[in-house]
């Protein structure tokens, strides 16, 4: 025995029905008793303080029938989330010209993904291993698979033609959902056509016209007739990237006013109205700055809930692991350089300027946490790196991006180290699991309450899907990779009543 010990009862009571899971399980909720631990410093009188905090968190257990409405459902992002759902469904598989593949959800966090939950340990011999549980086992989710999908579309194709349009999947898994696909057309959209790319004109044939109070009556008719088919609904904007709008909408009286003066909004401003008056998630998958302070003080005021922005599935995704890595290891990370180019429909949208301003404020900041936690590297801040990005259009390569990355630190002795890399892949392979997540765990998030109170109006636990995260903080954002994934997957260990670990490993004579 090398000096385990066994502790029972790891965190929360058990129920003896339900032996296997930690937490109080009643019919209805999981309720599990969280100490939360965490130190203040204080800078006056240079102290560390531990704070414990007892919490109660309650989960109702009840999954629902989701249903989700797309923003864009036509779109490379839209078609393939629909499409890869009925693929998964139906357990297709499907003829390549590299052989038979299986319909999978590889890329998904909660579908693919897992999570330590704890310690194997053998009383006898004293041997220690690992155990890890499906993201999706933590605590009850929605199935994907059990999605109900519409949306809405500024272009009317149904979505077999807008799958083909895309050129994201395999002929031989489209034709065997022909039928379903094709009887799936997208709803009337809302369109502010001078907040994307004139080059998207030619798509713009299903649009809603009226004021923007009657656009948003409208868009809330569709909501509810989703509600009732359904027990919960989603919005998730997948459209085309807006320019930002500007100046902010600073107030909830000066939202309202724009509204009633009809002023020109862009679209996204309008849907995320709908969905907050209608207390639906709303979701925002582009680096648009549709949650502007009026907009989220109207969320708060009206029980909506929020979470954005800008899916963060490949390219930058890699860059908050490569951060970590060289920041944490000590390495000054002197310049960033992300080239990439695609051939998408999003490319096209990007190619001009103003849709682009908005992609390159995403995709910009998402160093600044890491470059703040080091003030030995970085006395002076974040002026004191060089981040560049571009992105070009490029259609022949269709959805298939190519990134290129130069990482350039400064290391011992006046070195320097340059790391590079390419990435080729399908950009929607890549956004579309994440999608399938937020939407997953946005719903399990509405079921949760800490201490009796619902989560809201920003549903930050989300940020590690988003490349631009806002949180109830908005001075405190987190974009590092490996502590998004720790926030997330603790916050859902500490619902379900296991314990996140502190990782030291003392007691197990490591
Ligand atoms: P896409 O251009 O293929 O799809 C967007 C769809 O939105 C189009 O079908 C378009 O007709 C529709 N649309 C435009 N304005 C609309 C409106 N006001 N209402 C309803 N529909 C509208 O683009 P894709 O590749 O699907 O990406 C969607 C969004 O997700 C883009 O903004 C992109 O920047 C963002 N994104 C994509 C990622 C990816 O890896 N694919 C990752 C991060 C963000
Ligand atoms: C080109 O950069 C197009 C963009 O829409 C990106 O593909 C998308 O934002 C994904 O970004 P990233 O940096 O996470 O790969």
Redesign the pocket.
């Known amino acids: 025995n090398n000096g385990v010990h066994v502790q029972n009862g790891v965190n929360g009571h058990h129920d003896d029905s339900n032996p296997k899971v930690n937490g109080v399980h009643n019919s209805e909720y999981i309720e599990a008793d969280f100490t939360e631990r965490y130190t203040v410093y204080s800078q006056d009188e240079q102290k560390y303080e531990n704070v414990l905090k007892q919490h109660k968190i309650t989960t109702e257990k009840r999954v629902p029938k989701l249903g989700v409405m797309l ?2 459902l ?5 078609s393939t989330l629909v499409a890869g759902v009925l693929a998964n469904k139906q357990g297709l598989s499907w003829e390549t010209k590299n052989g038979t593949q299986q319909a999978n959800f590889f890329g998904s966090f909660t579908q693919s993904a897992t999570a330590h939950v704890g310690f194997k340990i053998d009383e006898k011999s004293g041997s220690l291993a690992d155990v890890h549980k499906p993201v999706k086992e933590i605590l009850p989710m929605v199935n994907p698979c059990d999605f109900e999908i519409t949306g ?4 009317q194709m149904n979505l077999y033609e ?1 799958a083909r349009r ?1 050129k994201v999947l395999e002929p031989d898994l489209l034709r065997q959902l022909k039928a379903q696909l094709e009887n799936i057309k997208p709803l009337p ?3 502010n056509q001078d907040y ?1 790319a004139s080059n ?1 004109a030619d ?1 713009a044939d299903n649009i809603l016209t009226g004021t923007n109070q009657e656009i948003v009556n409208k868009l809330r008719e569709d909501i509810q007739q989703m509600k009732r088919r359904t027990d919960k609904v989603i919005i998730l904007w ?4 807006e320019q930002y709008y500007l100046p902010e909408i600073a107030t909830v009286d000066d939202l309202a006013d724009k509204i009633k003066n009809n002023d020109p909004l862009p ?1 996204s401003v309008l849907y995320c109205i709908a969905a907050i008056e209608e207390q639906v998630i709303y979701l925002n ?3 648009q700055n549709t949650f502007h302070p009026g907009v989220v003080e109207y969320a708060r005021q009206n029980g909506g809930l929020l979470a954005g922005s ?2 963060k ?2 390219q930058t995704r890699f860059k908050t692991m490569m951060s970590d890595f060289l920041i944490g290891a000590g390495l000054r990370l002197s310049s960033v350089v992300s080239y990439n180019h695609l051939g ?3 490319g096209k ?2 190619s001009e300027d103003k849709c682009f301003q908005s ?1 390159k404020i995403s995709k910009g900041g998402v160093l600044d946490d890491a470059i703040a936690s080091n003030s030995i590297l970085y006395p002076d801040g974040h002026a004191s790196i060089d981040h560049e990005v571009v992105i070009k259009y490029v259609p022949f390569v269709g959805d298939s991006k190519r990134a290129l990355d130069e990482y350039t630190s400064q290391i011992f002795m006046g070195g320097t180290n340059t790391i590079s890399s390419y990435n080729i892949c399908e ?2 392979l ?2 579309v699991p994440i999608m399938i997540d937020m939407l997953v765990l946005g719903e399990l998030l509405t079921r949760i309450k800490i201490d009796g109170n619902g989560l809201g109006p920003v549903l930050s636990y989300l940020s590690f899907f988003f490349k631009a995260p806002i949180t109830n903080h908005s001075e405190y954002v987190v974009n590092s990779f490996s502590r998004q994934r720790h926030t997330l997957i603790n916050f859902l260990k500490a619902a379900a009543g296991i314990s996140p670990d502190d990782q030291t490993l003392i007691g197990f004579g490591y």
Do not use: Y
Request: charged fraction near 15%; hydrophobic fraction near 35%; proline fraction near 2%.
């Open positions: 923003v864009g036509g779109g490379n992002n839209g809405w579309d500024i272009s807008a895309s959209a809302a369109l994307i998207q798509r997948t459209a085309n990237t679209a998958g582009s680096p800008d899916f599935s490949g998408n429909n999003d949208n990007l992609k950009d929607s890549l956004a």
